[in-house]
């Protein structure tokens, strides 16, 4: 089939389309361009979380855990990768271990 039949095809397809469906098409798209976007972002998110609990876990040594930060900020633990120390929220932490050790699991 060459690049004729196949752009006639689709006239044809599209020409064959009840005309109540037409306008719903476009909308329809780009919702569907946007669920693949969002998915190939939360698929992203994943691996640098298990790729930061990679590190926390196997590169990094807990010093200290739970510092209190006042009021308005979440609690960190302290934590020293080489030569570097760095201070990570409690909570970002345990997602990333969580997800680093799910990832084990599974393999």
Known sequence: MNS??????????FQELPSELKPYLLP???LMVFFIFISIQNQTKI????????????RCQLIE????NGLFQSNTNKLKCGDVIEN?????????????KKSQANR
């Open 4 to 13: 004729m039949d196949k752009k006639e095809l689709r006239k044809e397809i």
């Open 28 to 30: 329809l798209l780009i």
């Open 47 to 58: 691996e640098i979380l298990i790729e930061k609990g990679n590190q926390y876990t196997n």
């Open 65 to 68: 855990t739970n510092i209190d």
């Open 88 to 100: 990570v929220s409690v909570d970002e932490y345990q997602e990333a271990i969580k997800a680093y």
